[in-house]
C-alpha cells in the first residue's frame, strides 16, 4: 500500500508538473496574465520546488528492504557514473543553456526595460548540445540510477525515468512547432539521449 501511495503522489506531481509548462497552458496564461507573463516562470520553479521537498521527504520515511549494494569494484563505478552525472548536469545547466531563463531571473529583467524588437530565439547546436539533445535529462537518469538502494528507489526511479522519457518527447513536440524544419533537421544530426548513437527523425 505504502509503493501505491507514493507512486500516486509522484504521478500526481508529474502531471502537475508537466501541465503547468504545457503549450496549451502557457498560452492560456500569456493571454490572462499579458506582460506580467514574464514573472510566470519564476512562479514555475518555486512552486514546483515547494510540492518537491515534502514529497520527497515523505518518500523517505518509508521503510523498504535493501535491494542493492556497492562493494568494489562495483562502487567505484557507481560514484565514477554519478560524479560524470552531475558535471554533466552543471555543465550543461551553465553553459549550454540560459540559467538564468531557466529560474525566470532573465524575464524578470527584460520586463523592467523598455520594450524592443525582439531577436529570434537561436537553436544552439554547440558544447555538449552537439552531442546529445538533451544532455541535462541524460544526466539526470544516470544519477538517479547511481542512487539505487531499497525497493522504494526502484520504484520512484523507474516512475521518474519514465517521466523524464515522456516530458522529452512533449519537449521535442514544442520545439519542433518553435524552431521548425531547423529543429527537424537536428534530430536527424543529434541523437536525442544516447550519445554518439544513430539519430533519426522520429
Not at 60 to 73: H, K, N
Not at 84 to 110: C, E, H, K, P, V
Not at 153 to 159: A, R, W
Amino acid at each position: 500500500m505504502n509503493y501505491l501511495l507514493v507512486v500516486i503522489l509522484w504521478t500526481a506531481y508529474c502531471t502537475l508538473h508537466s501541465f503547468l509548462i504545457s503549450v496549451r497552458f502557457t498560452d492560456l496564461m500569456t493571454r490572462l496574465l499579458k506582460k506580467y507573463y514574464a514573472f510566470y516562470r519564476l512562479f514555475y520553479v518555486v512552486i514546483s520546488f515547494i510540492l518537491l521537498v515534502p514529497l520527497i521527504r515523505f518518500t523517505g520515511e518509508f521503510e523498504s528492504p535493501v535491494i542493492m549494494t556497492y562493494d568494489a569494484p562495483l562502487s567505484v563505478a557507481r560514484y565514477a557514473l554519478m560524479s560524470g552525472s552531475l558535471l554533466l548536469f552543471f555543465w550543461a545547466f551553465f553553459f549550454d543553456y540560459d540559467s538564468l531563463s531557466f529560474f525566470g531571473i532573465r524575464q524578470i529583467l527584460n520586463f523592467a526595460k523598455p520594450k524592443t524588437a525582439t531577436t529570434p530565439v537561436e537553436l544552439k547546436r554547440n558544447g555538449l548540445l552537439g552531442m546529445v539533445r538533451h544532455p541535462m535529462y541524460l544526466a539526470l537518469i544516470l544519477y538517479l540510477w547511481c542512487q539505487t538502494f531499497r525497493m522504494m528507489d526502484l520504484v520512484i526511479n523507474t516512475l521518474l525515468t519514465l517521466y523524464v522519457l515522456i516530458g522529452t518527447w512533449l519537449e521535442e513536440r514544442k520545439l519542433v512547432l518553435e524552431f521548425g524544419e531547423a529543429y527537424l533537421r537536428y534530430q536527424r544530426q543529434v541523437p536525442m539521449l544516447i550519445p554518439f548513437a544513430k539519430s533519426k527523425r522520429n
